[in-house]
């Protein structure tokens, strides 16, 4: 882990009308980091991270990120940049892979897709380097070929997470990337994830309401209440001795 910053928020807001979903968030990661930013549905985790992935202009407030050109302002990124910094500087994992997956693209499709957007052109050695990510997460190589549809919910968790991680992206936004599975479908590809994080040196920001999951993933934890920090610190610390009296109360539940 270095101390490299690579991310930094000030100050951002978002209301949607009268729901102020956002209100006045800061934060710092640096490069190798992970960040969880947990709290209950509707707190404004998901508002929050589409900000900080530069897909949702916040009302007000900075958002710097560190790319290998230097650093950009992601509240005043063009879409073009922006799209091309998504490509090829960071991944994006979201809750329900069904809804990134398409469903006539084979798994090796999905997987191979960015590699080609960074420029692969051999169909073998993509199809190759495609097969030994799906055998990285445990997947079926020999079932390269097959569509999305034919996979269990948690393979396909697994088929989005490696599309996303084989150019060794800078730094992972997930959104509840494990919730609605089953409990040991889950715990199954947490620990996937943990690896991957260790092997790649990723930096991560994770958005869960499980506790569980920043407690396994994340050096650092944000807890967000209506749109709001209320607590803010090292993943051991907050859980070792939470200030907030609603920090208290979650850290609570799962003792
Ligand atoms: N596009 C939107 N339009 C209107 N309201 C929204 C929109 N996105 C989120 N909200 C509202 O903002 C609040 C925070 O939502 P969200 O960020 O999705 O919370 P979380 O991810 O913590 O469940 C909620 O009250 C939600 O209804
Ligand atoms: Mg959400």
Partial sequence: MSDTLLLEAHGVAKTFGRVRAVRNVSLRLCEGQSLAIVGESGSGKSTLLSILAGQLKPDVGS?????????????????????????????????HAQATLRPRVSAGGHVGERLMGQGARHYGQIRARAQEWMARVEMDPSRVDHLPSTFSGGMQQRLQLISNLITHPRLVLLDEPTTGLDVSVQARLLDLLRGLQADLGLAMILVTHDLGVARLLADQVMVMLSGEVVEQGLTDQVFDD?????????????L
Avoid: C, D, N
């Fill in 63 to 95: 958002i710097r990120y560190l790319s290998q050109e230097g650093w950009v302002h992601l509240e005043a990124l063009e879409e073009r940049h922006r799209r091309k910094l998504a490509r090829t500087e960071w991944g994006f994992v979201r809750q």
């Fill in 242 to 254: 939470p200030q907030h009296a609603y920090t208290q109360q979650l850290v609570a539940s799962i």
